[in-house]
């Protein structure tokens, strides 16, 4: 027995393979450019010069709760959740030589709460959190998505480390740590 090709793909002993398969635009992906691991923009409406300062920045992960239906046979059914759980946001920036990205951020926190015991009042629950925007680019720096974060508040501030026994002068980078309702990502046309 012998196989035959044909147009429409293998015939006789082969497997047939439809014709979408061998379409040229089925093969391929839209675009061979690889996302950028520089191709973000990061701004935060609270503190404006965390734009120009921030080094890293991750989407944080999401996970969806799920919940156990026992069953008569002794086996557990996995059943769908209904809580969303984000992980907390992570910052790496910069400081500044006036060292304003990291008192922006210390002011903020020091604002939420009265860390001197004095009589100050806190400020108003409108201003205690603030939106977020992470812009991803693409390979021509051009904005794709936007991913939103909504009613963002710092938790974390990191230390600000001096070390005179480097050999390198280095920039100062501190880590900030958000937490916020929800964030959504959206496509920019």
């Known amino acids: ?16 393979i439809p014709d ?10 839209p675009t061979d450019n690889y996302l950028l ?19 890293r920045v991750a989407i944080p992960a999401l996970s969806f709760g799920q919940m156990e239906q026992p069953t008569p046979f002794g086996s557990r059914l996995p059943v769908v959740g209904t809580q969303y759980d984000f992980e907390d946001l ?3 920036f910069i400081i500044d030589e006036e060292m304003k990205t990291w008192i922006e951020i210390y002011d903020w926190m ?5 860390p001197k015991g004095d009589n100050k009042e806190h400020i108003p629950f409108e201003e205690q959190t603030s939106d977020a925007e992470l812009l991803i680019l693409s390979s021509a ?13 710092p938790v974390s501030l990191g230390a600000v480390q001096f070390d005179s026994t480097t050999t390198e002068t280095e920039p100062v980078v501190s880590t900030a740590t958000f937490k916020y309702r929800f964030y959504e990502i959206e496509t920019i046309s």
């Not at 020091?110 to 009265?114: A, G, I, K, P, R």
């Not at 720096?141 to 974060?149: A, E, R, T």
């Open 1 to 16: 027995m012998s196989t035959i090709i044909t147009q429409r793909g293998y015939t006789g002993d082969g497997i047939s």
């Open 20 to 29: 979408a398969y061998q379409r040229a635009d089925y093969r391929q992906p």
């Open 37 to 55: 691991n520089t191709s973000f923009r990061f701004m935060l409406n609270r503190t404006p010069n965390m734009t120009w300062f921030c080094q």
């Open 90 to 92: 992570t910052i790496d």
């Open 110 to 114: 020091t604002n939420l709460s009265n």
């Open 141 to 153: 720096y051009n904005p794709k998505y936007s991913v939103s974060f909504k009613n963002i508040f």
